[in-house]
């Protein structure tokens, strides 16, 4: 009876004891922390704050101009739908911006609500180096787009971007730019280059001109030829009368004359297998290998000119329905048609100093693009003032 009596104690014990533990069991477990921003580990010149559109906008330029490849944006007060909004600002700023759309690839965001505002990550993806970027060269308009370009052709180089504060440019301007610095020049780069031009964006204020030349030859090539050209000109232009204009206009005439075969069709340069059929329209083919069509005898010209200080350009227009090129001079303020390439054919008295009413009988030409040749000396004048 007595261990009935304990044992039953002992059941009671236990009954009591698990009752305890379940109670324990059931109580709720609640761990409390101090809220933390995960964004509160940027500074806040990492975020940018962001409130209206126009600041959406501006703050994705900002990463862009400072070539960042990810930004935060907080968003708080802001009104107007955040994802679509998002969306719009990036496909602008890529469209409308110089730099984003000469330098970015892509651009896309992360878009999340964190408590009582929204933030966005955005990320850029690039297709320039910062030092592509770098050497972009700042230019206000057009005159100063053809004192940047001069070097580059002068050097030969194949590529130049230029920022440009200008909506009116165009990509033709830009060609014919290039092609001014040649033909005032033609010794400057041997051969006219081939440009090729692309606008970032197409159309705006500010603007962003990618310029590629090609040569068709390596620059190792150019170099040698540019030596060789050079020599030629300064060996021709050493006994040229350096008195009057006229006279040494003249002159440079004259030397190239004697140098110059007129080779109109390139028959005679194609029966000589030493001679590049390229080269009889450039300045070096009539001056170096002696044969040349009349585009080659103006660059000639017009080289020999720039050395010796004149003022004088190439003319491109057409002679009796002909693709024709001969030069335009200026001899004490004004102007005059050279055909040096003509004087094979009519002499000097019907090809040196002409005005524009002698050249209109052969000749044509956009007279909107070249100055008005109305001067009043003649080769008569020349030939007295000489002898």
């Not at 602008?92 to 690839?105: H, I, M, P």
């Not at 651009?107 to 929204?118: G, N």
């Not at 070097?151 to 060609?175: C, F, G």
Request: glycine fraction near 6%; include cysteine; hydrophobic fraction near 35%.
């Amino acid at each position: 009876m007595k261990n009935r009596i304990i044992a039953a104690l002992i059941v009671v014990a236990l009954f009591v004891t698990l009752s305890g533990c379940t109670t324990l069991f059931k109580k709720e477990y609640l761990s409390v922390s101090k809220y933390r921003d995960n964004a509160q580990s940027a500074t806040s010149s990492d975020v940018a704050q962001i409130s209206d559109y126009t600041e959406l906008k501006d703050a994705v330029i900002s990463l862009v101009n400072s070539h960042k490849t990810e930004g935060r944006l907080r968003f708080s007060g802001y009104e107007g739908t955040i994802q679509s909004d998002l969306s719009q600002a990036l496909w602008e700023v890529k469209a409308e911006s110089a730099l984003a759309s000469f330098a970015v690839d892509y651009m896309s965001y992360d878009l999340s609500p964190i408590v009582t505002y929204y933030e966005a990550v955005v990320y850029i993806t690039y297709k320039r180096t910062q030092t592509e970027i770098d050497d972009i060269k700042y230019i206000s308009g057009k005159a100063e787009m053809t004192k940047v370009l001069e070097p580059v052709v002068e050097d030969m180089n194949s590529y130049i971007a230029l920022r440009i504060t200008s909506s009116t440019i165009t990509q033709d301007e830009v060609i014919s730019a290039v092609n001014s610095i040649y033909t005032t020049n033609p010794a400057a780069c041997v051969v006219p280059p081939d440009v090729s031009v692309t606008m970032h964006p197409e159309e705006g204020l500010q603007r962003i001109i990618e310029i590629e030349l090609e040569y068709g030859w390596k620059l190792s090539e150019l170099q040698k030829m540019k030596s060789a050209l050079n020599d030629k000109i300064n060996k021709l232009i050493e006994d040229v009368s350096d008195v009057k204009a006229a006279e040494c206009a003249l002159d440079i005439f004259e030397q190239l004359a004697k140098t110059c075969v007129y080779d109109p069709e390139g028959a005679l340069r194609s029966s000589r297998s030493e001679l590049d059929s390229g080269l009889g329209s450039t300045a070096y083919g009539a001056l170096v290998e002696g044969y040349a069509d009349s585009k080659g005898i103006a660059a000639a010209y017009s080289a020999l000119c720039y050395a010796a200080g004149i003022n004088c350009t190439v003319v491109e227009g057409t002679k009796d329905g002909e693709e024709h090129s001969w030069n335009i001079i200026d001899i004490d303020g004004s102007y005059y048609h050279v055909d040096a390439s003509a004087y094979y054919i009519f002499g000097l008295s019907r090809s040196f100093m002409q005005n524009d009413e002698q050249m209109k009988e052969s000749c044509s030409w956009d007279t909107g693009k070249y100055p008005a040749c109305n001067g009043d000396q003649t080769y008569s004048d020349i030939i007295k003032k000489v002898f």
